[in-house]
């Protein structure tokens, strides 16, 4: 997948069963949905490192505030102009042009973000590839907008605001990928009191977590965390409180 989504000319490939395979002319396109812990045991910690993870744009969301016990029907006007909208795109062909104002503000962004380095080293090769999804989603917007010829500065800086929103949940998102199982149970702990308003009374902390660690090990768990001053314990209400730093 790594050497396909950079858009190989051609790309081989022989196994014993199918012998040689050829591709042409490729572009790859993915979508797809997961879980944290799912990513955390599947993708090795190397894909780093390797240049996937860089290559596709993780939206991550921790909470809805949608509700459908019964998923109403779709809105008919919103449905038909989504199959045109679908339809008129199969027909779309030929190279994406920036304008002139596009192609500034992109030039004027590329250098000024020279000098801003990732804190955080798993991001890096993200960062390098920022141009290049940058321009790949302001493709997409004019397309969605019909208008597949020309990327104006316009669809660049509304693709910037999402890659920033975007970008925004990369901290927790990453600290929960390729981390080791003490590591993840300590992530996994904090979640738990930022879900309930950053503060559980102790009996209830220790109820959520009664089916993967015994009361010894949930004590140990929880020294570590009041050590490295995330966690603050209330005895008089026997109540664990998040710090700010445990808030980030």
């Not at 909470?63 to 019964?70: A, H, L, M, S």
Request: hydrophobic share 40%; charged share 20%.
């Amino acid at each position: 997948l790594t050497a396909l989504f950079d858009c190989p000319n051609l790309w081989h490939s022989q196994t014993i069963l199918r012998g040689q395979c050829a591709l042409k002319n490729v572009a790859l396109s993915m979508l797809g949905c997961s879980t944290l812990d799912w990513l955390n045991s599947a993708i090795p910690h190397t894909a780093f490192g390797g240049g996937f993870m860089s290559r596709l744009l993780f939206v991550v969301q921790d909470e809805t505030e949608r509700c459908f016990p019964i998923p109403p029907d779709p809105d008919p006007l919103l449905r038909s102009k989504l199959l045109y909208g679908l339809r008129n795109m199969r027909t779309m062909k030929g190279e994406a042009d920036i304008s002139p104002s596009a192609r500034g503000f992109y030039e004027d962004w590329y250098r000024k973000r020279v000098d801003i380095a990732p804190e955080n080293r798993h991001f890096a090769g993200y960062f390098e590839r920022k141009p290049d999804h940058l321009l790949r989603l302001g493709i997409l917007l004019a397309v969605s907008q019909a208008r597949p010829g020309l990327v104006t500065q316009e669809y660049l800086e509304q693709a910037l605001q999402i890659l920033d929103w975007v970008e925004s949940w990369f901290p927790a998102t990453f600290q929960q990928i390729g981390q080791n199982v003490i590591g993840e149970t300590h992530q996994r702990m904090l979640h738990q009191l930022r879900k309930h308003n950053g503060a559980l009374l102790h009996d209830r902390w220790l109820r959520l977590n009664a089916n993967r660690k015994t009361a010894k090990t949930f004590r140990d768990y929880v020294a570590t965390l009041t050590s490295a001053k995330l966690v603050h314990y209330d005895a008089d209400a026997r109540m664990y409180l998040l710090t700010p730093e445990g808030l980030k």
